[in-house]
């Protein structure tokens, strides 16, 4: 299959970056293709969105809005302790929600789809792009589909059908955060040889039905402290949608440098606070899920331009921390990436780069540079270079730099014990395989296993010596487990629990994990998350 143009993910850059483009230039052909079984099924986010952007990408939106779409009407922000907290007096700037909107970012990428389709752009969910194609010349000319009905040993199942090839002229990477093809063509074209390394969190979200009477449509809640220790960057997020819902969630950062920190216990402990628990007893779980978030920010984005390609969204590294948000991002620099190839008689990925760091997106990133890297200092430097930074606009006349977020892992003989004043938890879910069903996660058992190990001796060896198998704690699905049998000590991965969320490929200390692309189609389905 050819085209003009191809995007990878149908998240908000990627569809914003279709619907542009063909409003541009609707003579083009545009493709968009994405992973997950149906549009909206692997897109996890908070989120409170600012809708400039969107405005600006569909003025009438408003008329005619997603289907979870809630305006913000009161913020809050607190310091948790175990057994209560103090309320600030006023909300950072950069969390000041007037006028923005709570929704479901999986519900509105369904509710682009359409418009996007609308215009002419052919969208092709449960194909999952297994790996990028080069012309003789060494560009990137497209992507390959994986290959569906291949068994466990990789032999061809009865079902077999071979991924086909979609060439384009200029691929548009919109993967979300740790892309696959993305993590591959950084390391083949360089283009993080000027940029720190990238940081991540990663996201634990849930959706509960509660009683009548709990809900104040529009409120949004963020805190701080408990049950993060002062040198573990967490928070939280609450925000009340209307139908009695609420969603709720827990970013960790993975930075933390506890081997035995679980981002997955800390979220279900959090929830068991007072200001939260009387919240949700009585209410049930809808969906939950959770998902990698970048947070390198200005000084970890790479090079956005290469031969035949371009990255956008949180594939890039735009997601703003001290607001909570990437999604204006995305679809900001979504527009800026069609506008750069629709001014062309002939798309080509050149100069985008350039345009986007000169950009509104990157002067926005560039004021809050400081802010997220001063909390590796321990919360309170990281509170007060936060005053510092946003009192000044960004105009420090330094820059705090970034490490890769696996190296920052101590090993159990020197790592610190901090106290973690944990409580007895009651609420569902009461472990990680609950939350795996509440996600919906599906893949089928006989397929390649998509998490691969490149020694899995070290697991059983060094790893357990020296860090105790992290990968057990820091995975929120319960993919990795060390089992003994009559042969030994060995790694088991439980591949069908896994929801995509890439905390493995990140935090594992050895670097010896990639998350590479499952059966299209295959992995969670998220509902209204």
Same mark, same amino acid.
């Given at each position: 299959?050819?085209?003009?143009?191809?995007?990878?993910?149908?998240?908000?850059?990627?569809?914003?970056?279709?619907?542009?483009?063909?409003?541009?230039?609707?003579?083009?052909?545009?493709?968009?293709?994405?992973?997950?079984?149906?549009?909206?099924?692997?897109?996890?986010?908070?989120?409170?969105?600012?809708?400039?952007?969107?405005?600006?990408?569909?003025?009438?939106?408003?008329?005619?809005?997603?289907?979870?779409?809630?305006?913000?009407?009161?913020?809050?922000?607190?310091?948790?302790?175990?057994?209560?907290?103090?309320?600030?007096?006023?909300?950072?700037?950069?969390?000041?929600?007037?006028?923005?909107?709570?929704?479901?970012?999986?519900?509105?990428?369904?509710?682009?789809?359409?418009?996007?389709?609308?215009?002419?752009?052919?969208?092709?969910?449960?194909?999952?792009?297994?790996?990028?194609?080069?012309?003789?010349?060494?560009?990137?000319?497209?992507?390959?589909?994986?290959?569906?009905?291949?068994?466990?040993?990789?032999?061809?199942?009865?079902?077999?059908?071979?991924?086909?090839?979609?060439?384009?002229?200029?691929?548009? /990477?919109?993967?979300?955060?740790?892309?696959?093809? +993305?993590? %591959?063509?950084? !390391?083949?074209?360089? &283009?993080? *040889? $000027?940029?720190?390394?990238?940081?991540?969190?990663?996201?634990?979200?849930?959706?509960?039905?509660?009683?009548?009477?709990?809900?104040?449509?529009?409120?949004?809640?963020?805190?701080?402290?408990?049950?993060?220790?002062?040198?573990?960057?967490?928070?939280?997020?609450?925000?009340?949608?209307?139908?009695?819902?609420?969603?709720?969630?827990?970013?960790?950062?993975?930075?933390?440098?506890?081997?035995?920190?679980?981002?997955?216990?800390?979220?279900?402990?959090?929830?068991?606070?007072?200001?939260?628990?009387?919240?949700?007893?009585?209410?049930?779980?809808?969906?939950?899920?959770?998902?990698?978030?970048?947070?390198?920010?200005?000084?970890?984005?790479?090079?956005?331009?290469?031969?035949?390609?371009?990255?956008?969204?949180?594939?890039?590294? /735009?997601?703003?921390?001290?607001?909570?948000?990437? +999604?204006? %991002?995305?679809? !900001?620099?979504?527009? &800026?990436? *069609? $506008?750069?190839?629709?001014?062309?008689?002939?798309?080509?990925?050149?100069?985008?780069?350039?345009?986007?760091?000169?950009?509104?997106?990157?002067?926005?990133?560039?004021?809050?540079?400081?802010?997220?890297?001063?909390?590796?200092?321990?919360?309170?430097?990281?509170?007060?270079?936060?005053?510092?930074?946003?009192?000044?606009?960004?105009?420090?006349?330094?820059?705090?730099?970034?490490?890769?977020?696996?190296?920052?892992?101590?090993?159990?003989?020197?790592?610190?014990?901090?106290?973690?004043?944990?409580?007895?938890?009651?609420?569902?879910?009461?472990?990680?395989?609950?939350?795996?069903?509440?996600?919906?996660?599906?893949?089928?058992?006989?397929?390649?296993?998509?998490?691969?190990?490149?020694?899995?001796?070290?697991?059983?060896?060094?790893?357990?010596?020296?860090?105790?198998?992290?990968?057990?704690?820091?995975?929120?699905?319960?993919?990795?487990?060390?089992? $003994?049998?009559?042969?030994?000590?060995?790694?088991?991965?439980?591949?069908?629990?896994?929801?995509?969320?890439?905390?493995?490929?990140?935090?594992?200390?050895?670097?010896?994990?990639?998350?590479?692309?499952?059966?299209?189609?295959?992995?969670?389905?998220?509902?209204?998350?």
């Amino acid at each position: 299959m050819e085209y003009d143009v191809v995007a990878v993910g149908a998240g908000p850059a990627g569809l914003s970056f279709a619907i542009r483009l063909k409003q541009l230039k609707p003579e083009l052909s545009v493709c968009v293709i994405e992973k997950s079984s149906v549009i909206g099924a692997h897109i996890l986010s908070g989120a409170v969105i600012e809708p400039g952007p969107l405005d600006a990408l569909l003025p009438g939106w408003r008329d005619n809005p997603p289907p979870v779409c809630v305006p913000a009407t009161e913020d809050e922000f607190w310091f948790l302790t175990k057994d209560g907290g103090t309320r600030f007096p006023f909300v950072p700037p950069q969390m000041s929600n007037h006028g923005n909107f709570i929704v479901s970012l999986g519900a509105m990428c369904a509710w682009l789809a359409p418009q996007a389709e609308a215009l002419g752009v052919e969208i092709y969910p449960g194909f999952a792009a297994a790996e990028p194609l080069f012309d003789e010349n060494g560009a990137v000319a497209g992507v390959r589909i994986g290959d569906m009905g291949v068994a466990k040993d990789g032999s061809q199942k009865s079902g077999y059908t071979q991924g086909i090839d979609i060439r384009a002229k200029v691929t548009v /990477l919109a993967e979300g955060a740790r892309g696959h093809l +993305t993590k %591959q063509l950084v !390391r083949k074209y360089g &283009l993080d *040889a $000027e940029s720190d390394p990238q940081n991540y969190s990663i996201g634990i979200k849930e959706l509960w039905q509660v009683p009548p009477g709990r809900v104040t449509p529009g409120k949004i809640v963020h805190t701080l402290g408990w049950p993060a220790d002062s040198h573990t960057y967490g928070g939280s997020f609450l925000y009340h949608l209307d139908g009695d819902r609420i969603a709720l969630g827990y970013v960790s950062g993975l930075d933390y440098r506890d081997p035995n920190y679980q981002p997955y216990e800390a979220f279900q402990q959090w929830k068991h606070h007072p200001q939260v628990k009387g919240l949700l007893e009585g209410g049930n779980i809808l969906s939950a899920g959770a998902r990698a978030i970048v947070t390198g920010g200005w000084q970890s984005l790479p090079k956005v331009e290469m031969p035949g390609a371009l990255l956008i969204g949180d594939t890039a590294g /735009l997601l703003n921390v001290p607001k909570i948000k990437g +999604t204006h %991002q995305a679809i !900001r620099s979504g527009m &800026l990436a *069609a $506008e750069h190839l629709a001014a062309q008689e002939t798309p080509v990925a050149a100069g985008f780069d350039a345009k986007l760091r000169a950009s509104p997106a990157m002067a926005e990133l560039r004021k809050v540079r400081n802010i997220k890297p001063g909390f590796k200092k321990g919360l309170w430097f990281g509170l007060v270079n936060s005053a510092w930074e946003t009192a000044t606009a960004g105009l420090s006349p330094w820059t705090w730099r970034c490490k890769p977020d696996w190296s920052s892992l101590q090993k159990l003989d020197v790592a610190e014990k901090p106290k973690r004043d944990y409580v007895e938890r009651t609420l569902v879910p009461r472990d990680r395989l609950a939350g795996v069903y509440f996600a919906a996660t599906e893949h089928d058992e006989d397929q390649p296993v998509h998490l691969k190990v490149a020694d899995t001796d070290v697991c059983i060896t060094k790893c357990a010596e020296e860090y105790g198998n992290p990968c057990q704690r820091f995975c929120p699905a319960g993919v990795y487990e060390i089992v $003994e049998d009559t042969e030994g000590k060995r790694l088991q991965i439980n591949a069908a629990n896994c929801v995509h969320c890439k905390t493995c490929d990140i935090k594992d200390p050895y670097q010896i994990i990639t998350w590479v692309t499952p059966e299209g189609g295959a992995g969670p389905n998220y509902q209204n998350l």
